[in-house]
């Protein structure tokens, strides 16, 4: 499996093959869709090698992998070297896994679920600020002229 790991940079294309990393915080090694200016952009051949080094990469950061690397007092961050490493390793460890196939695909699903009830807790939360809105309005509450 061939990947290239760059720094993000503005300037810099972006690779349809690619996801993006965090490279600075607490949440350093966690992949990401948008890029950010703290972030690795990793750049595979395939569509299949994206979703796999995109899930060992999210397996890695949620496992707290990366934070034996973090270097930094203030702000601790991730070098890319070792982000390399890290994920080398990882592919070396899950080479003829089929059940990594199976775990994408059903991580996926649990993303697809997430999101679901994200937009529904949302909604909820819409209708409760309409339903408080409308018990102020038939108590006669009012903010003072805001």
């Not at 990594?100 to 937009?119: C, F, P, V, W």
Request: hydrophobic fraction near 35%.
């Amino acid at each position: 499996m061939q990947f290239t790991v760059k720094t993000y940079s503005p300037r810099q294309p972006i690779h349809q093959n690619g996801f993006f990393v965090l490279s600075k915080g607490l949440n350093s090694g966690r992949p990401i869709s948008e890029p950010c200016p703290n972030s690795y952009q990793v750049i595979c051949h395939t569509l299949e090698e994206k979703e796999t080094l995109e899930l060992l990469c999210f397996c890695l950061w949620q496992s707290k992998v990366f934070y034996l690397d973090l270097v930094g007092s203030v702000i601790p961050f991730l070098r890319i070297g070792d982000f390399r490493k890290a994920l080398l390793k990882a592919i070396e460890c899950s080479i003829d896994k089929p059940e990594l196939n199976k775990l994408s695909g059903n991580i996926q699903k649990l993303n697809a679920l997430e999101s679901q009830y994200r937009t529904q807790l949302k909604l909820v939360g819409e209708y409760k600020k309409a339903l408080y809105l409308s018990l102020s309005s038939v108590s006669g509450f009012t903010l003072g002229g805001i």
